[in-house]
């Protein structure tokens, strides 16, 4: 849902298990789709993309899925580290102009 | 290969002040987008520029404005502050509008007292 002043959603994980963080988008016309990671006091660090006729995309460590039907996008980080905890948010984009962010997650990973 | 860099990095300025922050976009980039950043929340897009123009604008008053330099160098300008406008304010680059990846930079911290 979305998050309201600092009360971010929070996921706390162990490190080496896997994370799942979930987003919903609004514009059913939205043909990309960034992760984006953000530590504090930094600005949004890329982290995959996918384009709205692709379901799946991997990187290094990193999945993100796509499903148009309900409009929801996930990221999956396999064995989880301590340098991953930070927010993750979600990026729509519609015509390759603007970026629409969802509201974010603060990933915790714990030793 | 220098990334987005943005100045100052932090700012402390007074209600009915104006403030001009400055970016300039990755090496290879020609697009800049800037976004107002509040605590706890996502990035709300104000405007981009590209070819020295405004191309595409939030929901933002007339106070924010911009401008675009030759070498693709870009200011925001935000005029009568008022505390509402606290924030962390970021730029991104992105290579001609045709592209879609949007990198970041590290944000301008302004606090308005």
């Known amino acids: 849902g979305e998050s309201v002043g600092l009360h971010l959603p929070t996921l706390s994980v162990q490190e080496g298990d896997n994370s799942i963080i979930n987003c919903a988008y609004s514009?059913?016309?939205?043909?990309?789709f960034i992760w984006y990671k953000q530590e504090s006091g930094k600005g949004p660090q890329f982290i995959i993309d996918i384009r709205s006729n692709m379901d799946k995309r991997q990187g290094q460590r990193v999945t993100v899925l796509l499903n148009k039907t309900v409009k929801h996008l996930s990221l999956q980080i396999a064995a989880t580290q301590p340098g991953d905890s930070a927010v993750y948010f979600c990026a729509e984009n519609k015509g390759r102009r603007a970026l629409t962010f969802g509201s974010g997650t603060r990933l915790q990973v714990q030793p | 290969d220098a990334g987005v860099t943005q100045s100052p990095t932090h700012l402390i300025k007074t209600r009915g002040q104006q403030v001009t922050l400055r970016c300039s976009p990755k090496s290879g980039h020609d697009t800049v987008s800037w976004y107002q950043q509040a605590l706890g929340q996502g990035p709300q897009f104000i405007f981009q520029?590209?070819?020295?123009?405004?191309?595409q604008r939030g929901n933002f008053p007339d106070r924010f404005s911009g401008h675009q330099f030759p070498n693709y160098s870009s200011e925001l300008n935000v005029n009568a502050l008022l505390l509402g406008d606290s924030a962390l304010y970021l730029c991104?680059?992105?290579?001609?509008?045709?592209?879609?990846?949007?990198?970041f930079g590290p944000g301008t911290r302004l606090t308005v007292t």
């Open positions: 514009n059913s016309a939205s043909d990309y």
């Open positions: 991104a680059s992105s290579q001609g509008q045709g592209r879609y990846e949007q990198y």
């Open positions: 520029y590209y070819e020295e123009e405004e191309r």
